[in-house]
């Protein structure tokens, strides 16, 4: 079975840190581009970074850039998004997501994603 699943979420104060994983089974995760995505109550996912195949390239959202690091350890199949300098307005579920290389060179690549993981919720409140 092809699947992918976040864990590393839960409640942290404001200004803390938190590291998110995203581990493969089934399949390796070497030759995806890999994005993080998050949902917020009431509101529309958002993208949030994307790591390169090669893990050479990344990308964030204006509102964690400096915030958040990707990164991916292929020996362990696992991709992580390292959170630091927590705000309450990052407080959704997080999903990671899997899709051919050539996806991280497009315009959306959210929309050519081939496995999504069931999201791991992120609570920032003191």
């Known amino acids: 079975q092809l699947q992918l699943v976040e864990s590393g979420g839960g409640l942290v104060q404001p200004g803390g840190s938190l590291r998110l994983s995203c581990a493969a089974s089934?399949?390796?995760?070497?030759?995806?581009?890999i994005g993080w995505f998050r949902q917020a109550p009431g509101k529309e996912r958002e993208e949030v970074s994307y790591?390169?195949?090669?893990?050479?390239?990344?990308n964030y959202a204006d509102s964690v850039k400096g915030r958040f690091t990707i990164s991916r350890d292929n020996a362990k199949n696992t991709v992580y998004l390292q959170m630091n300098s927590l705000k309450p307005e990052d407080t959704a579920v997080y999903y990671c997501?899997?899709?051919?290389?050539?996806?991280?060179?497009?315009?959306?690549?959210?929309?050519?994603?081939?496995?999504w993981g069931k999201g791991t919720l992120v609570t920032v409140s003191s």
């Open positions: 089934g399949f390796t995760l070497d030759y995806y581009t």
């Open positions: 997501a899997a899709g051919p290389p050539a996806i991280y060179y497009s315009d959306y690549p959210s929309d050519g994603m081939d496995y």
């Open positions: 790591i390169s195949s090669s893990g050479g390239s990344t």
